[in-house]
Each structure stands twice: as C-alpha cells, then as structure tokens.
C-alpha cells in the first residue's frame, strides 16, 4: 500500500527557514523521481522541485530557485524540502508525490501547511 506523508511545516516569519520531509511507504519512492508541490489558496497545485531517482538531478521552480534545496534519502524512503528565506508568497499546503505525478494522483497526502508572516 502506498502512502506519503508529509511533515516539517508550520509558521514561520518572512526570512525564515523550514525543513520539510516526506516519507513515503511502498515502491513508488524507490523506483520514481520524485517532487514537491504546493498549493497556495485559490491556486493550482504546482511543482517546486524535483528530484531524480538517485538523487543526482535537481530541478527547481523559478520562483524558489536559490532558496529551497530538495534531496532524498533513499535507504529511508525519506525526501526532504529545505526552505530558506521564507516569503509571504511561499505560502500554501506542500504535498510530495512523484514526478510527474499524472500516474500517481490517488496517492496524494494530507500536506503540510506552510504560512510565511510578514
């Protein structure tokens, strides 16, 4: 059964930092690239980051490129989301699934809820 969960958010001041993590159960994190998203109030879920299989490829957002930093951890089936320098418009709930996630949309968790004060 496959199940992802994330964890690490909460209330932060503006240039503030957070740690997210992301542990997944089953095979979907062992054989897939796998990425954070976020979904802001009244917006689409969007890709922040990704991250290959092995590690060895990162992608980013424009918007958080040179702020957060993604990785994994695969002998825990653990993903982990660095944020820093917090702005008021990283606010939003921040899901992981893999990348892309068109094949694996039932497989989205809770969230975490992110809210950046000013």
């Known amino acids: 059964q496959v199940q992802l969960v994330e964890s690490g958010g909460g209330l932060v001041q503006a240039g503030g930092s957070l740690k997210l993590s992301c542990a997944a159960s089953?095979?979907?994190?062992?054989?897939?690239?796998m990425g954070w998203y976020r979904q802001a109030p009244g917006k689409q879920r969007e890709l922040v980051a990704s991250i290959t299989r092995s590690g060895g490829r990162t992608n980013y957002a424009d918007s958080v490129k040179g702020r957060f930093t993604i990785s994994r951890d695969n002998a825990k089936n653990t993903m982990y989301l660095q944020m820093n320098s917090l702005k008021r418009e990283d606010t939003a709930v921040y899901y992981c699934?893999?990348?892309?996630?068109?094949?694996?949309?039932?497989?989205w968790g809770q969230g975490t809820q992110v809210t950046v004060s000013s």
């Open positions: 089953g095979t979907i994190f062992s054989i897939n690239a």
């Open positions: 699934n893999t990348d892309p996630a068109t094949r694996t949309s039932g497989y």
